[in-house]
């Protein structure tokens, strides 16, 4: 992907002036930083803000908020950088609310499993604070996101299976509106019918409608045990299948992860194993010995229903790293696939029933275009992506994916799914969200919108 | 409670005969028809509506409100009629919709584990609906409301601590907004992060923002064991400290309810059990054999940590419903306790660790003020419920109520929690939303009310 980008328009002086007084050096415009704010890790063409600022304060965000309302300058939150659809890109310019400067976390109750962080901590150093009180927060979407951008992305992921996405974990917000006015959404408690339900609101909301400057999570006991197991099946019908029985025999897996056999060979590739290239189930059961074993067994004859070869357990944590391992690095193994590529990953979902017919129907797709293109799947929620890997100059497969992309989205569609199951709609989907809801859905969330944000000061361009 | 009301405003002439060109004989203006739709199973005055639509079809929900749109009058919808904060007064008169007569179940998808069913289906209605496919809905509030009632009101109950409550468990929404327009809000795929998350905002709404006239929910899979127990405990801090300790050990109950002395002991004199009066937790499992077995010995050890006398495991289907049967007795029993006695419930929710303390404080009050008043809880959620029986004349009784009331919910705020975790704002708690909130949090949630119904037609009078 080019980083040439348009020249970009400099702050009002004035604003200038007040966020040097607000953050010092932490304040910049330096080319290289601006650059890189421009941007998350898609195909999206980037659009570089005029100025970051590392934030490391509510009082700096409500104070910087102020001021570009003032100025009537663009805000877009920034995280980790890992988003997907262009929800980056500083298409009309701006500051860039760079987060990552904001990762304290602030307290961690075990008695109320639950926690409260910052913005910019990740999950993964959130989980490392987490192991020695035999806790854990579930959400994994593959990449080290900030936990800010999780929420403003609506992020799900793995385990959202059994645990839920960021929807299920998420109990309270502190947020800073495009005024700079700062409010409070949800509470300590568990579970609230107080008025309207902001805190969803602001999820997945791609920071269109507040910073977030602060998340009370719900955490989860690091459960006794986990048993993990790996299993191929002669067709991708089957695997589904198999999978849909699982959870009508009341099996509560906590993962179901699907790849394809071409991103089983993608991952033999790149990890240098042998695994059988076929369409393979990764499973994983959280519980008690007994419980565990009990649905592994039962998920066994079920898998077994539907023509799977024996299924291989990792019953040691060792074992289980291994084959996570594999799993995790389907995304880079599609990368690696070709030189200098640059991923390009969509991401539908649809009703678990029609699920096989959707994947079917865009591997031969893939096949009529002659591509050998990674598919994984959180399939137990109906959630797959395909995992292009395309080089800069490739201007000819770019237009494939595209094409597939299109058609993919509209099968989606066709099937009562959504355009995106985690991605979110960035800049990406905008045309897809109008197709899915329609124009007066539509035209209810650009109300909400500008009743919020009436000058569209928080990341414009986004969603619509 | 007094039937007596204030005198009706009529509808203007034009509304009437449009409502009536379209309802034929299910238009009603008699006045018993009016009195029975101006309240819900509340202590609220009631305020009935000037005319009553009885409506069968989204078609019809959608010219209903065209009509009351151009007319500027009032739309209140009423479901079952259990709702206890006032939301069903229809205190700027107006037109109850009355939904109970929009009662289809649509479509039950075994595969994908969700139906879509009319606003005005019941949730035992749909219950028995889905015994014979291996699926229930989850959601149990204990009246037997109507489900377009429970998401109005983000409803939730005794199973949400493993199934969560309505948030978690409608997929998606069909609703007509105050002026005809009709949205759909979520898929029928299990997830989507395509714009914001209207499902969620509409649900807990009660009534104010939309109708809800068609429902897309998640349903699960009967488990193939269940193991229910009822346990004492020396004192309430005790009964708590055990419901930390199971979710701390990463137990996964589907119920933790919890009795207190003046409880077990109503419902000993209206169901003649012969419960130990003491603090109780009534539990279940749900899972495989093995799974309940396990947690259930597990649950009785970390009981037994907390000074319990042993559990009483009931196994079989016949001794479960003789069990649940008293749990579910509470709130008649709690009634039947003063003569002609009327409901009065309260609904606070606080983090978990501080829940005992909000418990003691409260039984405190009760013993100050010589009052003998069941407390009930869904406590693995921090939420809980005291049921005062209050006969219609007895002011002096309403009046220390609502003296304890207001404590408990100050005192909910003072330790984190919330001043309703599943009943609703209503009429009944506008102020403490106020509290909770503060003035910039409930103004966001009064700009997105006008910014969707900027007449205030929908509910008016609720929430703010």
Same mark, same amino acid.
């Given at each position: 992907?080019?980083?040439?980008?348009?020249?970009?328009?400099?702050?009002?002086?004035?604003?200038?002036?007040?966020?040097?007084?607000?953050?010092?050096?932490?304040?910049?415009?330096?080319?290289?930083?601006?650059?890189?704010?421009?941007?998350?890790?898609?195909?999206?063409?980037?659009?570089?803000?005029?100025?970051?600022?590392?934030?490391?304060?509510?009082?700096?965000?409500?104070?910087?908020?102020?001021?570009?309302?003032?100025?009537?300058?663009?805000?877009?939150?920034?995280?980790?950088?890992?988003?997907?659809?262009?929800?980056?890109?500083?298409?009309?310019?701006?500051?860039?609310?760079?987060?990552?400067?904001?990762?304290?976390?602030?307290?961690?109750?075990?008695?109320?499993?639950?926690?409260?962080?910052?913005?910019?901590?990740?999950?993964?150093?959130?989980?490392?604070?987490?192991?020695?009180?035999?806790?854990?927060?579930?959400?994994?979407?593959?990449?080290?996101?900030?936990?800010?951008?999780?929420?403003?992305?609506?992020?799900?992921?793995?385990?959202?299976?059994?645990?839920?996405?960021?929807?299920?974990?998420?109990?309270?917000?502190?947020?800073?509106?495009?005024?700079?006015?700062?409010?409070?959404?949800?509470?300590?408690?568990?579970?609230?019918?107080?008025?309207?339900?902001?805190?969803?609101?602001?999820?997945?909301?791609?920071?269109?409608?507040?910073?977030?400057?602060?998340?009370?999570?719900?955490?989860?006991?690091?459960?006794?045990? @986990? #048993?993990?197991?790996? /299993?191929?099946?002669?067709?991708? *019908? $089957?695997?589904?299948? +198999?999978?849909? &029985?699982? !959870?009508?025999?009341?099996?509560?897996?906590?993962?179901?992860?699907?790849?394809?056999?071409?991103?089983?060979?993608?991952?033999?590739?790149?990890?240098?194993?042998?695994?059988?290239?076929?369409?393979?189930?990764?499973?994983?059961?959280?519980?008690?010995?007994?419980?565990?074993?009990?649905?592994?067994?039962?998920?066994?004859?079920?898998?077994?229903?539907?023509?799977?070869?024996?299924?291989?357990?990792?019953?040691?944590?060792?074992?289980?790293?291994?084959?996570?391992?594999?799993?995790?690095?389907?995304?880079?193994?599609?990368?690696?696939?070709?030189?200098?590529?640059?991923?390009? @990953? #969509?991401?539908?979902? /649809?009703?678990?029933?029609?699920? *096989? $017919?959707?994947?079917? +129907?865009?591997? &031969?797709? !893939?096949?009529?275009?002659?591509?050998?293109?990674?598919?994984?799947?959180?399939?137990?929620?109906?959630?797959?992506?395909?995992?292009?890997?395309?080089?800069?100059?490739?201007?000819?497969?770019?237009?494939?994916?595209?094409?597939?992309?299109?058609?993919?989205?509209?099968?989606?569609?066709?099937?009562?799914?959504?355009?995106?199951?985690?991605?979110?709609?960035?800049?990406?989907?905008?045309?897809?969200?109008?197709?899915?809801?329609?124009?007066?859905?539509?035209?209810?969330?650009?109300?909400?919108?500008?009743?919020?944000?009436?000058?569209?000061?928080?990341?414009?361009?986004?969603?619509?």
């Amino acid at each position: 992907m080019s980083l040439t980008s348009p020249p970009v328009a400099s702050l009002p002086p004035a604003l200038e002036e007040t966020l040097e007084s607000i953050l010092g050096d932490r304040y910049s415009t330096r080319p290289a930083i601006l650059q890189q704010h421009g941007r998350g890790e898609s195909h999206h063409t980037p659009a570089p803000p005029a100025a970051v600022a590392y934030v490391t304060s509510s009082a700096e965000v409500l104070a910087l908020a102020r001021a570009c309302h003032r100025q009537q300058t663009p805000m877009i939150a920034h995280g980790a950088g890992t988003s997907v659809e262009g929800q980056l890109q500083c298409v009309q310019g701006g500051v860039a609310v760079d987060f990552s400067t904001m990762n304290r976390i602030l307290a961690i109750n075990p008695g109320d499993q639950d926690c409260l962080v910052e913005p910019g901590v990740t999950r993964e150093q959130l989980n490392l604070a987490l192991r020695d009180q035999g806790l854990f927060f579930p959400v994994d979407p593959g990449a080290n996101a900030t936990l800010g951008g999780m929420a403003a992305t609506g992020a799900s992921g793995t385990t959202t299976l059994r645990y839920g996405g960021m929807k299920a974990n998420v109990l309270a917000l502190e947020a800073v509106l495009a005024d700079g006015a700062q409010i409070q959404t949800g509470s300590a408690a568990r579970k609230s019918s107080a008025g309207y339900n902001l805190t969803e609101l602001l999820i997945g909301s791609e920071g269109t409608l507040a910073l977030i400057t602060g998340l009370r999570l719900r955490l989860h006991a690091i459960p006794p045990h @986990v #048993t993990t197991a790996q /299993v191929g099946f002669p067709s991708v *019908a $089957q695997a589904v299948a +198999a999978v849909i &029985a699982m !959870l009508q025999h009341g099996l509560h897996p906590a993962l179901l992860e699907l790849l394809d056999s071409a991103a089983m060979a993608a991952v033999n590739q790149y990890c240098r194993t042998r695994y059988p290239e076929q369409p393979s189930l990764f499973l994983e059961f959280h519980g008690t010995l007994d419980a565990t074993t009990e649905q592994a067994a039962c998920a066994e004859t079920l898998c077994r229903d539907q023509g799977s070869t024996g299924l291989q357990w990792a019953r040691q944590e060792e074992d289980r790293r291994r084959q996570w391992h594999a799993r995790h690095q389907a995304y880079y193994a599609a990368l690696a696939q070709v030189p200098h590529g640059q991923g390009w @990953v #969509t991401d539908v979902c /649809v009703p678990l029933s029609r699920l *096989a $017919q959707c994947i079917e +129907a865009t591997q &031969a797709d !893939l096949a009529a275009a002659q591509l050998q293109v990674p598919l994984v799947g959180h399939v137990g929620d109906g959630n797959f992506h395909l995992l292009f890997s395309i080089a800069p100059d490739d201007i000819e497969r770019r237009a494939q994916a595209e094409a597939i992309h299109q058609r993919l989205v509209e099968r989606a569609h066709s099937l009562g799914g959504t355009c995106t199951g985690e991605h979110g709609i960035g800049l990406g989907k905008k045309a897809f969200l109008l197709q899915e809801k329609g124009a007066t859905t539509v035209a209810v969330m650009t109300a909400i919108k500008k009743a919020l944000d009436p000058m569209n000061l928080l990341n414009p361009g986004k969603l619509f």
